[in-house]
């Protein structure tokens, strides 16, 4: 009788107490709010909905190794500095003719090494991750100004390894008017399907929610959490130093400030996609729709004709509500 | 799974830290910070001790401190360019001295090390007011000729006595580049701000938005941040909003890049719209060759070296002191036109001076020509003076067409009459030949006709600069004694010097005298009847200073009673600037308008530099306590 009741929990109680029921349930508010008060129905179109999706690839590569770390109950400031990192490595050696492939492991694997770094210093001194990423990240900026001679790098040259990592789909565009969607959606949708995976199908990923929700049981159960909490800021620099590979591949540009705050509007996103600031609950695909919900709402801000300056208010307002209403919706549940 | 993940991602990051550290990784512009501070130009040849009379040839030590350095930031390297290049045009020694990596406190004491090597002038990139207000303080009250250059405010606004700062005006730059986007006409202007709150990019919009308004056309400005991709979308969506906006502005490569995005994903088509930008990048020179792009606003570093170091050599030759507070390099335009001019240094320059009086027939001309003939001299230019043999406008005319005729690689006019020279100054500009103004003219916009700019007096500014050193120390009424009511020079002076004194809170007006001195005397002596309160006189000039100084002595004032200050100079009035009757004399400083002239067209042909103003000051130079011996020294000859 009891297994029987535990068993035929009602879909939508199961439904709430998923962590991406708040920010779903956000979403198609959103979507219906703009699609009603968006003038000359310009909202549900194409172009909208690719820019939409296209301000929210980098954004949202980053925003996934922060919301793995925030499971965990850590932080990383640092994020943004790292997507610089990624696209100088990778800008400077393709735009010196350097090997595309060793130009992708370093954009990948030196912001995926700093992350190690970062992880290191957490664990060893027992600093907050708030406070050890809050210097680093001002390390990691300052160290590439010196490095770089506070230069901005730019080229106009097309490799085929930029089409790779952020191309337009030529083809779909020519298919669908305005359909300016780009090769970075499949990295996104990419890194989302398998860090999901990861995170709800694999042991490492059940050891990540105890290493953030309850540490002293983990522990007890076996679980290495230092190591855990140092996979997760390796896995944030790694995604850092792609979302830099991404950005350069499009843009061909990279400054000592490109990606500035970057880290705050993927815990923004987090948070907004119903991640925990204490640790131990949070979804990848809710990270996705957190940043989705925030690209839509700059969109927003700009179509209803508000001065885009007041994408900052809305954002922070938003974060305010999203994670009021997340916690009031899992309180029901 | 956790253990075979993390061993996994260990040994890709091992590999690549072998990888890395085996070189391939070349992070951009790597090189150990040089330890090398100090970088001296020298005369290319040591010239033999001049006569002490000649003031061209004076050997002056100058010192420019800066808060970069060519070694560390290739932006330097150009600013560094002009100040070595105007080094070796005019014969003097400079050194320049900079941190060697970004570092302020150090700048400071740099500065202070400048000033304890006693030089005959100093230039120094003014990035942190309040750090540097005291070193540069020093070098003012040792006498020492301080200007600014690409970092700075201006001596007002920095709150720092030196003399100016060159560098780029913003809001003129959004300005200039609003009136080209929209010279055609257009529905609506879009400005596309990276960083809204930032001083100088705030300015650039309010100068477009200006003048957009202006012409009658709605604009925006529109926020974008630092995530390329966001941007695009930001300004996708603006566009969706607003399709009928077809004026944008971005503000830099960091506006721009993302504009070019959006482009290329909108799909818009080329000649639907105007695009210009400020700064210059690889991607910006690619679409201003394809038409994309309108123009690259430049703020032009060389000239911001070149040009601090001749105001140097200005004030400690010949004590001539820049004109304004800020003295504008940019906005320079790269287009189409000059996107891939080719610098050279070296190339030969032949050049026209075409003014309306000699000085065969008028000395004043002396002082011009003596201007034009030192810069030709120092910079390497050959020059042929025309000018016709009296008075004569027609003939003028005639002489500008020969001077076309001759194809030269530049040419300098006195507009004294623009309908008469129109067509003549209209050919060389559609020859190609770049044309200058020099001491009449009233600047391209208002004459209406598409030369570089105007070398003179700016009255406003003489007559308004005149009031605030006047009223410093306030003052309980004011009289601008105009000689030629109605002039239109004389009417700006005391309109400039009304001005100044209602901003400072003492009443003005503006009484009008004649050429008889001896009725002028009387006039200003009832009028100070009338007005026994009256303690600011500014005169005209010579004709209405004379029966000032008659109607002083009568009445028996004393410097402490009236202050004065006049324009122009004459042996009168230079020895009530020693007595200390007259504060200053205002100088129109002519001997600048034929140096610049030369210098502009120089700059212009060897290094693509075009000036940034439609007319560039060449006076109020004020004639002081300061600089009254100097002056009168080189009375006649330089001044």
Redesign the interface.
């Known amino acids: 009788m009891t297994k029987a009741t535990a068993k035929s929990k009602p879909a939508p109680r199961r439904f709430l107490e998923s962590p991406i029921a708040g920010p779903l349930i956000t979403l198609v508010a959103v979507t219906i709010f703009l699609t009603i008060f968006v003038p000359n129905n310009t909202f549900l179109t194409m172009r909208t909905m690719s820019g939409i999706v296209n301000a929210a690839t980098l954004t949202g590569i980053v925003t996934i190794g922060i919301t793995l770390l925030m499971i965990c109950d850590e932080f990383d400031l640092s994020a943004g500095a790292l997507v610089a990192v990624g696209a100088f490595l990778y800008g400077g050696i393709t735009m010196n003719g350097g090997s595309p492939l060793l130009a992708v492991l370093a954009g990948l694997l030196v912001p995926g090494l700093l992350g190690a770094l970062n992880g290191f210093l957490r664990i060893r001194t027992g600093i907050p991750s708030f406070i050890v990423t809050l210097g680093t990240q001002a390390i990691y900026r300052a160290a590439l100004y010196v490095l770089s001679g506070g230069i901005m790098l730019q080229t106009v040259t097309e490799l085929p390894v930029y089409k790779v990592f952020n191309g337009r789909l030529v083809g779909l565009a020519n298919a669908i008017p305005d359909a300016n969607f780009r090769t970075s959606l499949f990295w996104l949708l990419g890194m989302v399907v398998l860090f999901q995976f990861i995170l709800v199908r694999t042991r490492f990923g059940n050891h990540i929610f105890a290493a953030g929700g309850n540490p002293g049981a983990a522990k007890a159960t076996g679980v290495n959490v230092n190591r855990i909490k140092l996979m997760g800021f390796i896995i944030s620099g790694l995604l850092a130093g792609l979302a830099g590979v991404m950005l350069f591949s499009q843009y061909k540009t990279a400054r000592i400030a490109t990606a500035t705050g970057e880290e705050l509007n993927a815990i923004a996103a987090a948070v907004v996609g119903g991640t925990l600031l204490t640790g131990g609950s949070g979804s990848v695909v809710g990270a996705l729709l957190g940043v989705l919900i925030i690209s839509m709402l700059r969109t927003g801000v700009v179509l209803m004709g508000l001065p885009s300056d007041n994408f900052v208010a809305v954002v922070g307002v938003t974060i305010v509500l999203a994670a009021v209403f997340n916690y009031w919706i899992r309180r029901k549940a | 799974?956790?253990k075979k993940?993390?061993t996994l991602?260990a040994l890709?990051?091992i590999?690549?830290?072998v990888?890395?550290a085996c070189g391939?990784?070349?992070?951009?512009?790597?090189?150990p910070?040089a330890p090398a501070v100090e970088e001296t130009t020298a005369p290319a040849v040591e010239e033999p001790a001049a006569p002490a009379e000649d003031a061209a040839a004076k050997p002056l030590k100058l010192y420019a401190v800066q808060h970069?350095l060519c070694a560390?930031?290739?932006f330097w390297c150009t600013v560094e360019d002009g100040i070595k290049n105007a080094a070796e045009d005019m014969g003097v020694d400079v050194t320049i001295l900079g941190p060697e990596?970004?570092d302020l406190e150090k700048t400071a004491q740099l500065i202070e090390q400048a000033v304890a090597a006693k030089p005959d002038g100093l230039a120094v990139t003014v990035t942190d007011a309040d750090l540097f207000r005291a070193p540069i303080q020093k070098a003012i009250d040792a006498g020492i000729p301080v200007v600014a250059y690409n970092a700075g405010n201006g001596p007002i606004i920095d709150n720092i006595p030196y003399l100016t700062y060159l560098g780029q005006d913003e809001y003129q730059g959004g300005y200039q580049g609003g009136m080209r986007l929209a010279a055609d006409g257009g529905t609506k202007g879009v400005c596309i701000n990276q960083q809204?709150g930032h001083a100088g990019l705030d300015k650039r919009c309010n100068g477009f938005v200006a003048a957009l308004g202006e012409k009658n056309i709605p604009a925006?400005?529109?926020?974008?941040?630092?995530?390329?991709?966001?941007s695009?979308?930001?300004i996708?969506?603006?566009y969706?909003?607003?399709p009928d906006v077809d004026i944008f502005l971005t503000l830099g490569?960091?506006g721009a890049?993302?504009f070019y995005?959006f482009l290329?994903?909108?799909g818009l088509a080329a000649g639907t719209y105007k695009h210009g930008t400020f700064d210059n990048?690889?991607?910006i020179a690619?679409a201003i060759k394809d038409g994309t792009t309108m123009f690259g606003i430049d703020q032009q570093p060389f000239l911001q070296g070149y040009g601090s170091i001749q105001s140097l050599v200005m004030v400690g030759r010949y004590g001539i002191k820049p004109a304004l507070p800020v003295t504008a390099t940019g906005p320079g335009f790269i287009t189409t036109d000059n996107v891939d001019f080719a610098v050279d240094g070296n190339r030969e320059v032949n050049i026209y001076t075409v003014q309306h009086a000699l000085c065969a027939w008028d000395a004043f001309w002396c002082v011009v020509e003596k201007g034009i003939e030192t810069a030709a001299k120092e910079q390497g230019v050959n020059y042929t003076l025309l000018g016709p043999e009296k008075w004569d406008l027609e003939k003028m005319a005639q002489l500008i067409e020969q001077a076309v005729a001759a194809k030269p690689d530049g040419m300098a006019v006195t507009v004294s009459s623009v309908d008469l020279f129109r067509s003549g100054i209209q050919k060389a500009l559609d020859a190609g030949i770049p044309v200058t103004a020099y001491n009449a003219g009233a600047g391209p916009v208002l004459d209406n006709l598409g030369y570089m700019t105007y070398l003179g007096q700016d009255e406003y500014q003489g007559g308004y600069q005149g009031g605030m050193r006047l009223a410093a120390d306030g003052g309980t009424k004011g009289v601008c004694i105009n000689q030629v009511v109605g002039h239109t020079g004389l009417d700006a002076r005391c309109k400039g010097f009304v001005d100044a004194m209602t901003e400072k809170g003492i009443p003005a007006e503006v009484l009008a005298i004649s050429d008889d001195p001896a009725s002028s005397q009387t006039v200003i002596s009832d009028y100070f009847t009338a007005n026994p309160d009256v303690d600011i006189f500014l005169t005209l000039g010579p004709n209405g200073a004379n029966p000032f100084y008659a109607f002083y002595t009568q009445v028996g004032l004393t410097p402490e009673k009236a202050k004065h200050g006049t324009f122009d100079t004459s042996p009168e009035i230079i020895s009530h600037i020693k007595d200390g009757v007259t504060m200053f004399a205002i100088d129109q400083q002519p001997f600048l308008q034929g140096y610049g002239a030369v210098t502009t067209l120089m700059l212009k042909i060897r290094y693509g530099i075009s000036p940034a103003m439609p007319v560039t000051a060449t006076g109020p130079g004020f004639v002081d306590l300061s600089n009254v011996d100097t002056v009168s020294a080189l009375s006649g000859k330089y001044r």
């Open positions: 799974m956790s993940l993390s991602l890709v990051l590999a690549t830290m990888l890395t391939a990784t070349e992070p951009p512009a790597e090189e910070a970069a560390w930031d290739s990596k970004f809204v925006d400005v529109l926020a974008i941040s630092d995530d390329p991709a966001a695009q979308t930001v996708s969506d603006y969706t909003a607003n490569p960091n890049n993302p995005a290329d994903a909108a990048s690889p991607e690619a």
